[in-house]
């Protein structure tokens, strides 16, 4: 079977496509074929081929039928009053095109083949339609083709001539417009591993080959769109029954990428929803995530992407969503961080203080339980904890759950509620019928590797039952996925055979890639088994990160900010630097600093504004899926002092260690080109155990 991209025909393939998809499928799997599948694009070839040897092939599928060829004569005469052309015409003009246009742009005319099938006629037919004048350019294929030839056969049409990598990307580019990744959507120039001696590198990035088969994996939304598509749409009615009765057996289709960082998951959904919404522009779709900066990012590049918008696109982190929903006459008032905190250490120390449950266990409990919806002592004392990082026997269950009654009443009291009350209230009025949320055709979730269980309860019944679609794009690395759980456990999904792994970051270099493995292994060597090992073959090496230290906060700032404006003195946009601290209250002196010295607005929190030419200042937890060609990971102190402190026991530490692990590799991998480390005081032993093996440069 030749490697196909995508794997089936989309459901408005006429009846002859469809059947010259399926003969090419059948061809040896050293034959790559893409099939054309851009809707902006309606006249393009429909497939690009590469034989086994290196040369290409580009086929246009006619439907004409034995009446049409008989009737070529009598159009020819008529052409100039009737809009039907004559068989082979439209077709061969869809080749030229095409091949002008590649030509162009500098691939060897004798390095690419083209040829028109038409599945439905035979020789004698063509003989008619040449009575009607008309003489072939190209190649013309008849009905033989479809089934009835060979390997050998169609390795006779290809050119003698090999295509370099430089002329297959270019046609790639020309064919598959929907797979080209423009340079600004990068933190790095173009990769070595892109570049070939001797031959100038392209503007433009392209998805891989498994990224492409990705985007394009079931990209049919079954739908009632099939009742406006016009004739096509009978052409594919097996098919699309055949898929409706598999879709009935679940309650929607669910997808789900997990990668690397960088590896091009966010670009996947991006491209994805650009393909479903200009297949469907009718369609309702809904993109979440879990912060303000990734979202605006994201719908900062789809509209590079797709200039003319839709408004049938709704962009949102998931609280947004929920407050945008919340009913009217609710009140929604969220208790603020400090007085949170307060609340939990002053119940820990009134209820918990003497049973061996930690103020930080109760904390990390309270946002655990309710992320799961756990309402009742006796669910919470038969629920699995699995992954949570220390125990808490049953009867510390009961006490602690005692204690989150008392929270909760407090917090209640005050006419306020936490954030992870937003969604378990949500829920509740959902259930009693309070709410009945918006629903969509597709719904688009990136980094859902921070998304709660209790999140995907809801998002589940955002999704049109039966017909709609869900797209999960994520890290297990980052985020709580780990030791065991599932997105079946934890998403109450079925997605075996709807899982895909990208292994190929395309984001950061290897260097910094190798510094955050290393640092996360040393750290977490149990969470090993769970690791996405990544595919380091081909990526640029790059320098290694560099660790900066000061004697005091002050210095640490004066540091970075000169450090940053000698950059932007020799040339660097402010848009590529991301700084990343381990505080809110850092964050801010640090754009203070920066305004100071640059000029008031160089420097911007990006919770706060869309992307600009600016230099992006925010939180770990802010920072999850931004990425940048420079990035400066600040504060690594703090976090280190925290998991030293002696108030913390060994299930506590473990649990910090993990926590901080995590959100330290997330924030090294933002970097594209380079990656500097900024603390204060000495360097701890972990990260001197780095330098010595050149992971790591202690400046």
């Known amino acids: 079977m030749s490697q196909i991209i995508p794997e089936k025909p989309n459901g408005v393939a006429t009846a002859e496509v ?49 009446a ?126 892109r570049r070939h001696d001797d031959l100038p590198a392209l503007g433009d990035f392209l998805l891989d080959y498994n990224q492409e088969a990705i985007l394009k994996t079931d990209l049919d939304l079954v739908a009632a769109d099939t009742a406006d598509s016009g004739p096509q749409a009978v052409n594919v009615l097996d098919q699309t029954l055949s898929a ?39 369609k309702a779709y809904q993109v979440l995530t879990h912060n303000r900066p990734l979202i605006r990012d994201m719908q900062a590049r789809y509209n590079i992407l797709n200039p003319a918008g839709c408004s049938h696109v709704r962009w949102n982190t998931f609280m947004q969503w929920c407050h945008h929903n919340w009913p009217r006459g609710r009140s929604f008032d969220i208790l603020p961080d400090r007085r949170r905190t307060a609340l939990v250490r002053s119940v820990w120390a009134e209820h918990l203080n003497d049973t061996g449950v930690s103020e930080r266990m109760f904390d990390s409990e309270l946002g655990w339980l309710k992320d799961r919806g756990l309402a009742r002592l006796e669910d919470y004392l038969a629920a699995s904890r699995r992954g949570r990082g220390f125990r808490l026997p049953q009867q510390q269950r009961a006490q602690m759950f005692a204690a989150m009654q008392v929270y909760q009443v407090q917090l209640q009291r005050q006419g306020m509620m936490d954030w992870w009350d937003v969604p378990r209230r949500f829920w509740h009025w959902m259930e009693e019928g309070k709410i009945t949320p918006p629903k969509y055709d597709v719904v ?10 209790l999140w995907f309860d809801i998002i589940r019944q955002m999704v049109i039952p039966t017909l709609g679609y869900l797209f999960l794009a994520a890290d297990p690395t980052q985020g709580f996925l780990r030791r065991g759980e599932s997105w079946r456990a934890i998403a109450g999904m079925e997605i075996r055979g709807r899982s895909h792994i990208l292994r190929r970051s395309y984001r950061t270099t290897r260097a910094i890639l190798a510094l955050a493995l290393a640092f996360y292994r040393q750290r977490l060597p149990e969470d090993e088994p769970d690791l996405v090992r990544p595919d380091l073959r081909g990526m640029v090496t790059g320098e290694p990160p560099v660790l900066l230290r000061f004697s005091a906060p002050q210095d640490e700032r004066t540091g970075i900010v000169r450090e940053i404006a000698q950059a932007v003195d020799q040339g660097l946009p402010r848009r590529d630097i991301l700084i990343l601290h381990a505080s809110g209250s850092g964050a801010a002196a640090i754009i203070d600093a ?84 900024t603390m204060v005081g000495s360097a701890p032993a972990s990260l001197q155990e780095l330098e010595k093996y050149g992971l790591l440069h202690l400046a």
């Open 68 to 193: 049409h060829a008989q009737q070529a004569p009598q159009l020819q005469l008529l052409a100039l009053e009737m809009e039907t052309a004559v068989p082979g015409e439209p077709e061969e003009q869809s080749l030229r095109s095409f091949l002008k246009a590649i030509i162009r742009e500098g691939v060897p005319s004798t390095a690419v083949a083209a040829a028109v099938i038409f599945p439905n006629l035979k020789q004698r037919d063509f003989r008619a339609i040449e009575q009607s004048g008309t003489e072939p350019k190209y190649t013309w294929l008849d009905k033989t083709w479809v089934g009835d030839r060979g390997p050998d056969a169609w390795r006779d049409l290809f050119p003698a001539e090999v295509l370099d990598p430089y002329g297959l990307q270019l046609i790639r580019t020309q064919f598959t417009p929907e797979a080209v990744v423009p340079t600004a959507f990068t933190a790095r120039s173009q990769p070595e591993s």
């Open 244 to 282: 409706a009765a598999e879709l009935l057996s679940r309650n929607f289709r669910a997808q789900v990428v997990n990668g690397v960082a960088g590896s091009g998951k966010t670009l996947i959904l991006l491209y994805r929803l650009r393909l479903l919404q200009e297949m469907f522009p009718h």
């Open 18 to 66: 469809a059947r010259v998809f399926h003969t090419l499928k059948a061809l040896p799997d050293d034959w790559r074929v893409w099939f054309h599948v851009a809707p902006w694009e309606p006249e393009a070839p429909d497939f690009l081929m590469l034989g086994p040897d290196g040369g290409a092939l580009i086929l246009k599928v006619s439907q004409a039928t034995p």
């Open 594 to 677: 920066l305004n100071e010295n640059l000029g008031d607005g160089a420097a911007r929190d990006p919770k706060s504004t869309m992307p600009g030419n600016f230099i992006r200042v925010t939180t770990f937890n802010a920072g999850t899926g931004l990425e940048s060609p420079v990035v400066f990971v600040v504060g690594l102190d703090t976090l280190f002092e925290r998991e030293e402190s002696l108030r913390l026991d060994d299930d506590d530490r473990a649990d910090l260690v993990r926590e901080h692990t995590r959100k330290l590799y997330m924030a090294f991998t933002r970097a594209g080109q380079r990656l500097v480390l």
């Open 444 to 453: 688009l979730v990136d980094e859902a590797q921070f998304f709660a269980p």
